[in-house]
């Protein structure tokens, strides 16, 4: 049950403001600049242990924060930091599901030279979660492969032209059924995935293990785990292993709300990512605020050090 912890704050409400809308064939022109090659990247520590994902909530904070947390020996604490989110919206009138961004997801992408690419150079990847918005377009519903096709061309349209790391699928939100649209079937978000993985052979693809799309992971012969890099548990405040068939360095049963799950637990559950050989730790909503005690609680026990802070 969800009440196991509170979860994130509705992006879908707020996606219904001033914002920009993809729909299929068509990008909106932007200032965007290119993402820089590997050879502009700066170096950069690598640490060992697992992969730290940070969720943020853009609507209220900025990805910057996710840079400014480093261990003593100073390496990185997160790898993979969230965009939070974009959406999947329908268009009543061509009948078609679309991407839309907010205004805070669109000043993310625009401004991608001081939000997106310090982080990128730093060794951290970017990635974009895409998520419901009431209007009955989901992951799982498209009513044909090639609507699917064309909403993995958008997506990865998007992951090219903002110069991002990947894509987040959030099946949440969705209301299948509103505006005409179909119920959840067995093959959409397998045609999806698997078109999106084409398109983006070398990009993140991650699962938040949560909706109709998430238990809708195989179809004519065709087996999803192979697609995802990453899945993990939606659920904050718990342990609970995704049901996917990803190795165990690939998934994240754990999942904390920075400030919000106690410190005791989010030390508890980062000791059993360890001690279980789990090789990803979730978080959520990373905000602006020195948090480097909360962090610590589970960097400590992922990499044996404490967290810095530099604002």
Partial sequence: MKTLMSRRVRVGALALSA??????????????????????????????????????????????????????????????AVIFAANINYDTGAKKATLHFN?????????????IRPLQNKGIKVVLSVLGNHQGAGFANFPSQQAAADYAELLSDAVNRYGLDGIDFDDEYAEYGKNGTGQPNDSSFVHLVTALRANLPDKIIS?????PAAARLSYGGVDLSTKFTYAWNPYYGSWQVPRIGLPKSQLSPAAVHIGATSPSTVTGLARRTVTEGYGVFLTYNLDGSDRSADVSAFTRELYGQDAVYKP
């Avoid at 994902?53 to 904070?61: D, G, L, R, S, T």
């Avoid at 400014?68 to 100073?74: H, R």
């Avoid at 205004?103 to 939000?115: F, G, I, K, M, P």
């Avoid at 699962?207 to 909706?211: A, D, E, S, T, V």
């Fill in 19 to 80: 914002a920009v809308a993809l729909s299929l064939g068509a990008l909106v022109p932007t200032g965007a600049t290119a993402a820089p090659t590997l050879a502009d990247e700066i170096p950069h520590p690598m640490k060992a242990g697992p992969t730290s994902v940070a969720y943020v909530e853009v609507n209220n904070h900025s990805m910057t924060n996710v840079g400014k947390y480093t261990l003593s020996n100073g390496d990185n604490v997160f790898d993979v």
């Fill in 103 to 115: 205004e805070n997801v669109q000043r993310v992408l625009d401004n991608a030279a001081t939000e």
């Fill in 207 to 211: 699962l938040y293990n949560i909706g």
